[in-house]
């Protein structure tokens, strides 16, 4: 249903920095970059090279949170990125588990990102 999705962040480098250091067990990977003002834009994505996630500057304050999910190969992808959250202090809002009430199989960390969004690591097992 979705093709892309574009997050407006108070500092675009330093959010890249995370999303690229916090989810790199998922594959994910800038792909394509380009000046806006005083600062830029960034395409990011997954294994496939198609930029579907994008940062930007905030054109004002942020007010409400946001929620995103990056598809895991593996749960063993699921631990890396909880495990690579950690070890940068991020704030976990939930560790890595089964989410019987979502799906069977359904394995996922919840953390908070740099601007306050909660962002997961999924993986839909069986």
Known sequence: ML???GVQVADVEASLAY???TFAAIGIREVVRF???NSFVVGLSGPDGTPNF???PAAGAEARELHVAFRAADRDAVDAVHDAAVAAGTEVLHAPREWPEYHPG???VFLRDLDGHNVEAVH???
């Open 54 to 56: 994008w940062l930007s």
């Open 35 to 37: 000046p806006l003002e």
């Open 3 to 5: 093709d892309h999705i």
């Open 106 to 108: 359904y394995y996922g």
């Open 124 to 126: 839909h097992g069986g």
């Open 19 to 21: 999303y690229l250091r």
